[in-house]
């Protein structure tokens, strides 16, 4: 699949220059409403073209990959928002989504807060779940298309970054986007580990001082 839509892309490129950024807008979109949509490797497709002399810039393609990615977000978040628990009777849903993440999904809200969403963008096939259970939790509004908005800068230009030095081989693309889940994954851990000494050790200074 994601050959697929890279070769649709490249034959457009050159001669489809409106169509090809509303193709890139879907793309990002599509990857908040469809999870299983490849828009990470599209995205640094679309990296590679900012090193091209042309109508790609990078400024024009981060907003317009931001742009998409935004009301991709909107959608799923409303769709939960009004549908609630009702989101489950859903077939499409219902095949990726259970009552699991859902459990899942409320411990990781009360333990991280307004960053669950923020986080979740750099895990591959999570941030689109959370998104939609912040809609079904009735999350603040506010909370979640700021937490979307930050999140969705900071990973945009890193993978567009990423884009550009790795050029459009498709090979490459994966294991860098395997290895860069991997390292992002890895901080994670590691902050959250950060902080949960830095809480215990707090704690117990406190409790010491009240001896």
């Known amino acids: 699949m994601e050959a697929l839509v890279l070769d649709f892309i490249n034959g457009f490129v050159e001669k489809n220059v409106i169509l090809v950024y509303i193709l890139f807008f879907v793309s990002n979109m599509l990857q908040l ?40 977000s ?8 009004h549908k609630g628990d009702t ?3 859903y077939r499409l849903i219902k ?3 259970d009552e699991k993440h859902k459990k899942k999904a409320e ?18 096939g999570v941030n689109a779940i959370l998104i939609l259970f912040a809609g079904i939790f009735k999350v603040r509004s506010g909370v979640v298309y700021l937490s979307v908005l930050a999140s969705s800068v900071v990973h ?32 994670l851990v ?3 580990i950060g902080i949960m000494v830095y809480k215990l050790i707090t704690k117990r200074r406190l409790n010491q001082g009240k001896v």
């Open 33 to 72: 409403v469809f999870p299983p949509h490849p828009g990470d490797v599209v995205l640094v497709f679309q990296g590679y073209l900012t090193t091209l002399k042309g109508n790609f810039n990078f400024i024009p393609i981060l907003f317009n990959a931001i742009a998409g990615t935004f009301i991709g």
């Open 107 to 124: 411990k990781v809200f009360e333990k991280y807060g307004l960053y669950a969403i923020f986080l979740s963008k750099f895990i591959p």
């Open 74 to 81: 909107l959608i799923v978040y409303k769709f939960g928002f």
């Open 190 to 192: 590691l902050t959250a």
């Open 87 to 89: 989101v489950f009777k």
């Open 156 to 187: 945009h230009i890193l993978v567009l970054l990423l884009g550009r030095f790795l050029g459009n081989n498709m090979q490459n693309v994966k294991r860098a986007l395997s290895t860069y889940n991997g390292i992002v994954i890895a901080l």
């Open 95 to 97: 095949k990726y989504i």
